[in-house]
């Protein structure tokens, strides 16, 4: 439930082209997902080691939860570590798994004070040991809450997580309790990591790529792209709106014809 007041306090002080009236707060997207992207080229830009920039970006999600929570937005998803980053040096990989752990235990308190339900996207269970635990504790004490739903996609791929969906319904045929017949569209989404969380309507993508690496392929089906060429760390509240402003602006059809 949005609050009003909290809302427009938390948006005070806007910058000249952006404000918080320059959205429909009726038309507010459901889900809104990002690919946070950058935080290398944000480090490498100011002369520092690529992990200064993964750290700078966790402000910058910590402000994305805070900003979808006062927007009143029922799921925000982020891309955070893909079934490809694996290929990247050992101390960055290691890096970024005690950076999501040492985070995640920071954070809670954000997500019990905020009612923030959290759950993750991919197969958690092959990171290392600790991250796991820590990851398991998160989904354990922030199950019951029924705010805002954060969807963190970790060792996340979406061909390996079409992959796993058809090899759980072919296990499900073999086994008697599903009709091959019944395979719908709806039994396919109930078998991906994001069952039961609507698709999302708006994906922002930092850092100026024009790609999907890999990310939530069949739930981006009519999803509006957003793509600013912002480095994850530096995306402000301002950007969330500046995107969510471009959202508001665009007429999805989805395959059918204008009606006005
Ligand atoms: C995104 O930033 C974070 C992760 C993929 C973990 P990058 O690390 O990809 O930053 P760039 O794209 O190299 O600048
Ligand atoms: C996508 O970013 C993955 C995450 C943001 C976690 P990458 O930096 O890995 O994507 P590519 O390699 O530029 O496609
Ligand atoms: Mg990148």
């Known amino acids: 439930m949005r609050d009003e007041e909290k809302l427009r306090a938390y948006f005070t002080g806007a910058p000249s082209d952006v404000c918080l009236e320059d959205i429909d707060l009726a038309r507010i ?4 997902s990002f690919i946070m992207d950058g935080n290398g080229r944000w480090a490498q830009a100011r002369g520092m080691a690529r992990s ?3 750290v700078a970006g966790v402000d910058s999600l910590r402000e994305a939860v805070t900003t979808s929570v006062r927007l009143g937005i ?7 570590f893909s079934t490809e980053n694996w290929r990247r040096s050992h101390e960055e990989v290691d890096l970024l798994m005690h950076l999501f752990a040492k985070t995640l235990i920071h954070e809670m308190p954000l997500f019990h004070q905020e009612n923030v339900r959290l759950v993750f996207l991919g197969d958690i269970s092959s990171l290392p040991r600790q991250t796991y635990d820590v990851f398991c504790q998160g989904l354990d004490e922030t ?3 029924d705010g805002m739903t954060f969807a963190l996609a970790v060792n996340y791929g979406s061909r390996a997580e079409i992959a796993r969906a058809a090899r759980n319904i072919a296990m499900e045929v073999a086994s008697g309790t599903l009709e091959a017949d019944a395979i719908d569209e709806s039994v396919i989404a109930g078998h991906l990591y994001t069952q039961g969380l609507p698709d999302p309507e708006l994906l922002v993508r930092t850092s100026g790529e024009l790609r999907l690496s890999n990310y939530l392929l069949w739930q981006l089906a009519y999803t509006e792209i957003f793509v600013t060429d912002v480095l994850w760390p530096d995306f402000s509240k301002w950007d969330y709106l500046r995107a969510i402003r471009a959202f508001q602006a665009r007429n999805r059809r989805f395959g059918g014809v204008d009606t006005a």
Not at 74 to 80: E, F, K
């Open 74 to 80: 029922d799921v925000l998803s982020a891309y955070a």
């Open 29 to 32: 997207p459901r889900h809104v």
């Open 143 to 145: 199950r019951d809450h």
């Open 52 to 54: 200064k920039g993964h």
